[in-house]
């Protein structure tokens, strides 16, 4: 997925809030994590603390009436994507370690991780992380149970 310019500018304008509210190099760092909100019928991009507070807004005009029903997924993947490419940004604002990128429903409630920052160095992918578990727990058990 090819983010478009406008998309990555709108994204920038958000993200300025959010290094606003959370000041790179501050010496206070905040304890939180970051809960995205799109609204797929006005392509609005809202992010909140932990205490559901909004922090910045953003709409995002590729998002507007998005007619497919995989839009939680090209908004959890754009954001993904931006924020991968934009890791010195993320890993600069003074947000105590560990925290997540989330996105939310209506309710506020997660639908799925985007990104867990773990330390000063690394990003962890989740579905990454874990892929193939499954398959190399059942092969050790198998293995383990012939012997």
Known sequence: MNLSKQTIQQLDELFGELEKHYSPGSDSPIMTDISFQ???????????????????????????????????????????????????????????????FVLVDGDLETVSDIYQVDDDSIMIEHEELM???DQDLNAFITKLLKE
């Open 131 to 133: 892929k193939g578990l």
């Open 38 to 100: 799109a609204h797929q019928d006005s392509g609005e991009l809202t992010a909140y603390d932990d205490d559901d507070q909004e922090i910045a807004s953003e709409v995002i005009d590729e998002w507007i009436d998005y007619p497919e029903a995989n839009f939680n997924e090209v908004v959890r993947e754009t954001l993904k994507q931006y924020l991968r490419s934009n890791r010195e940004r993320v890993l600069s604002l003074s947000i105590i370690h560990p925290f997540s």
